[in-house]
């Protein structure tokens, strides 16, 4: 009887091992290949068994690619500045950069627990100045490049604190913190010119590895649309009113219009006695932030009491306000034909406005439309376009009506130019200077960083300004090209700004004179696979992919696309699904769980738990049966190491079938099958073993080599077993090949048919002779065959069929 697993001694040991001997070694002749976690931010909370499943997928998948051959680039670091680490630091009452420090400290040792290969010689933290050195460098080509602006922008601004907030701050309308309503405030903003980059950001999604979900929701960011703008006068007045369409061809069918309430003309356009209404519509709408204005269900909105004209039949239509409508998209304007927009259909039944159809499936107006009509069909009630196919009418009506000039055939993009202002402390300086006689000049690239100055008070300061605008002494200075008296800017950049590149300074993290080496981009850049969560399907890849073509085309890398390949796991939630956070009571701390079952186990069930792609409920008591698993495959290789068994036809046939399966489902990225696979064919292993007397070398080193990346301690102990002096994971020791030919089966179940019905089943060689597969059917049917026999038929591998009366 083998020696009983024990986790805690092997696990310990082989740790101190790695911790001494690695096996991630660059060579320098193996191929790389850099897989990539998305880096976590130092939550004073932890890690909870949630953000060990995305780290166990990227060293499962990193383990497997050292095993095929390569040098893996697996670093880890932390995204340390801005709002998060901030917030938390004033909860707690101490200063952000030692309850960030303590944070990082926590859970590098709870991350060590996972026992992945990552290499901490390459970490990075954002809050590093050797770090966001090059955080600003980037941003003062960006300027010097006419990307980075100042504009005056609307914030979102907490009256009860006094302070502006970021959109993540602003949950339902009201400030996180103190619930109190936001409202809006005009403030200077830096912006990031990222529109320039719009059209290389969407085509360039073809060439992406991608999930095309995450392409999608890409491609919807940035909005790109094809339309006309049009004038519409308004009604006993000299001005007019600019509207963005997709569809000028449904002009005819223009019964209101809506206007952004924050739009210049909305308050100009209320009619005295709706003067009021219309005011407090505007005041509400700007407690809103823009994301809640989408998704709100109920749509709202005031009529102003005044009319505009519709250029191309005359009529009059009504002017709204409505918040479903953004000042940012488009003019802030739109031209509203209810018959087919399911918003403007809505909308028109809630306010009793007309509803016209101009685009009808057959020709025949439909009087009593139960929703918008969204398909093409054939135009009617539109002048001139009557009878002409919708479709053909998209593309024609907007040229006519440039040609008529009753409108301007024009280009739209959803996606608007990057706030990149924060008035808080945590982050990186900005690095501009403010001189009344030059204007914004950036602090020179030789004086970089830009250290952050150390406060003791780093709370909002309730003017609208960073903490940094109180420090006299750091915020005067001199011009650096007139030499005149200037003031630094106080705003700090976004959490976004390092995360946005840090990929490429892992493989370069202490070049002081490059932000990377050529040299190293070169050989170690791009990342081959990026693993994370959904929630950064949008705005983090976005930055980055706009971070990354920027400094292609600056020179600094050789790559406009920072990501080959993406993979987003799902969450682990509580039970019912419930997000795991501390407020629910609901966390699963994982450091109890590697006490009492070890790493390997949780390991496993983290991937066990269900598809890795889609998110999945907790439920601890199924780590039992992981654990189960690995103390009888531990049970199995120990029982049969000294067997001296030799290899046979079946265990040859065993060992190549097991390896072509798991490789499957492991390049698929089915992992919860890769789990129950091992089970299945462990038990093959153990039935055989017992038929056999155990089971031979070379299938149990095939099998813990599979199962290595997966439960790397148990593996490199049974691998030491086996009698091998260096690592499971050495470079003399590779991924196991199978050969299909010796996964053939030489026997096959026959179905034994008597007039074209089943009556058994019998077991052939599957190179049996016609003849004597017949004989052999014929004796399996035995009494059930009776008359003359007229017709005898066989399949091979599948059926013998015999016809009889």
């Given amino acids: 009887m083998a020696v009983p697993y024990n986790h805690k001694e092997i696990e310990k040991k082989w740790t101190k091992k790695w911790a001494e001997d690695p096996v991630n070694v660059n060579d320098g002749k193996k191929p790389k290949y850099y897989c990539l976690d998305m880096f976590p931010y130092p939550s004073g909370n932890g890690l909870h068994v949630g953000h060990w499943r995305g780290y166990v997928i990227s060293d499962v998948w990193s383990r497997y690619k050292m095993l095929k051959g390569y040098y893996i680039i697996h670093p880890m670091g932390w995204d340390a500045f801005g709002l998060p680490a901030e917030n938390y630091a004033i909860k707690m009452g101490e ?29 990075v933290n954002t809050t590093d100045p050797s770090f966001y050195k090059w955080t600003q460098w980037i941003f003062v080509k960006m300027f010097k490049a006419g990307l980075a602006y100042e504009k005056e922008m609307p914030i979102n601004w907490c009256p009860s604190c006094k302070t502006g907030l970021a959109n993540e701050e602003v949950v339902n309308g009201c400030c996180e913190r103190c619930g109190a309503p936001v409202t809006k405030k005009n403030l200077k903003q830096w912006m990031l010119k990222i529109t320039a980059y719009a059209d290389r950001l969407l085509d360039d999604l073809d060439k992406l590895d991608w999930p095309e979900k995450v392409k999608k929701m890409q491609t919807d960011w940035i909005g790109k649309s094809y339309g006309a703008e049009i004038d519409f006068q308004v009604d006993g007045k000299e001005e007019s009113i600019k509207v963005y369409t997709t569809r000028p061809d449904t002009l005819y069918g223009a019964t209101f219009m809506v206007l952004a309430p924050e739009h210049a003309m909305a308050a100009g356009l209320a009619a005295p006695e709706r003067k009021k209404e219309v005011e407090d519509y505007i005041y509400q709408a700007s407690m809103k932030s823009n994301v809640d204005r989408l998704q709100d269900k109920e749509k709202t909105g005031v009529f102003t009491g005044s009319y505009a004209v519709n250029p191309i039949n005359g009529a009059k239509v009504p002017i709204w306000l409505s918040d479903y409508v953004l000042a940012d998209y488009g003019t802030g304007a739109i031209m509203c034909v209810p018959a087919h927009d399911d918003r403007d259909f809505e909308f028109a039944k809630k306010f009793d406005i007309p509803i016209i159809q101009v685009i009808s499936p057959d020709g025949n107006e439909n009087p009593d439309l139960k929703e918008a009509y969204v398909n093409p069909g054939v135009m009617i009630n539109s002048g001139e376009f009557n009878g002409m196919s919708s479709e053909e009418a998209k593309a024609k ?34 690095p501009i200077i403010h001189c009344d006689h030059c204007g914004c000049v950036p602090v020179p690239e030789e004086e970089l960083p830009l250290l952050l100055p150390e406060v003791e008070s780093y709370q909002p300061t309730g003017t609208g300004e960073s903490p940094l605008a109180a420090i006299d002494e ?71 992919r706009f971070y990354t073509k920027f400094l292609h085309d600056i020179g600094a890398v050789d790559f406009d696309e920072p990501f080959k390949k993406l993979f987003n796991q799902g969450m682990i939630t509580g039970k019912n699904g419930i997000k795991m956070s501390k407020s629910k009571g609901n966390v699963v701390s994982p450091d109890d769980l590697v006490r009492d079952y070890g790493c390997d186990s949780l390991r496993m069930y983290e991937l066990f738990v269900g598809p890795p792609e889609l998110d999945s409920e907790w439920d601890e008591r ?14 199995m290789v120990m029982d049969s190491k000294d067997s001296g068994m030799a290899s046979t036809k079946e265990t040859e046939k065993l060992r190549h079938k097991m390896i072509y399966d798991i490789t499957s489902r492991l390049e698929s990225f089915s992992l919860n099958t890769v789990i129950s696979g091992f089970m299945e064919y462990n038990n093959k292993m153990i039935e055989m073993a017992k038929k056999n007397g155990g089971m031979d070398k070379e299938t149990l080193e095939t099998a813990v080599t599979l199962l290595a990346p997966f439960a790397p301690h148990i593996c490199e102990e049974l691998w030491s077993q086996l009698g091998h002096e260096t690592s499971v994971f050495d470079s003399s020791n590779t991924w196991p090949e199978y050969d299909e030919s ?64």
């Fill in 397 to 430: 009506v907007p040229d006519i009506m440039e040609e008529r000039g009753l409108g301007k055939k024009t280009t739209q993009y959803k996606l608007r130019d990057w706030v990149f202002s924060r008035q808080r402390y945590w982050g990186e300086p900005i």
């Fill in 474 to 544: 750091w915020v005067n200075t001199t011009c650096p090209v007139c030499g005149r008296p200037a003031k630094r800017e106080t705003n700090t950049m976004p959490q976004w700004a390092g995360s946005s590149w840090y990929f490429l300074r892992y493989v370069d993290n202490k070049n002081s004179e490059e932000l990377v080496s050529r040299e190293k981009a070169d050989k170690y850049l791009p990342v081959d696979m990026y693993i994370g969560g959904v929630e950064h399907a949008v705005l983090h890849l976005l930055y980055s």
């Fill in 95 to 123: 200063h952000p950069a030692k309850s960030t420090a303590d944070n990082i400290d926590h859970i590098r040792e709870q991350i060590k627990q996972i026992a992945a290969v990552y290499d901490w010689d390459m970490e």
């Fill in 622 to 635: 199924g780590i039992d049966g992981v654990n189960r698993f690995l103390n009888r495959f531990w049970n």
């Fill in 742 to 805: 010796k996964m053939a089966d030489d026997e096959k179940e026959i179905a034994v048919q008597l007039n074209g019905k089943t009556r058994c089943v019998i077991t052939l060689p599957v190179d049996m002779e016609k003849e004597a597969a017949l004989e052999a059917g014929r004796k399996a049917l035995g009494n059930k065959l009776t008359g003359s026999i007229i017709k005898e038929i066989y399949v091979p591998g599948r059926i013998i069929n015999i016809v009889a009366k």
